[in-house]
């Protein structure tokens, strides 16, 4: 089997891009209707199902990124997409992840608030990404 990295790359990409606009618009604006009393273990079950979910993506994502601008000798076209994905991880790990976590504690109006928000950094990164490949990357 002929394994198309650049196929794959387009594939998780846009995976990434539908789960985030979902995430951004449906899944985290409805934090807000889950009650207090529920929502510890609401929120354990998203933390848990979206990790199943997005984790495995995330880290083909950014090995698929490395291994095509390896792959072509670190020309700028996919360049691009690896600092993309760079800058998706540190919103990651440095913004959502310490925000779930405090709300796994409990719920926070102004946390899961301040949630939509700082994803609008992830959808936008996730958007440009997944726009730059099909511009300059096409299948």
Known sequence: ???DLNYWNHAISWGLF???WVVQLVHYP????IDKEQFADFHLHHTRSISFIVLPLMLLELGLAGILLMQNDFQWKYLVPLILVILIWASTFLIQVPDHNRLAEGKDVAIAA???QTNWIRTVLWTLKTVWLWLFTPL
């Open 114 to 116: 301040r949630l939509v």
């Open 30 to 33: 409805s934090f807000q209707y």
């Open 1 to 3: 089997m002929d394994l």
């Open 18 to 20: 539908v789960l985030i």
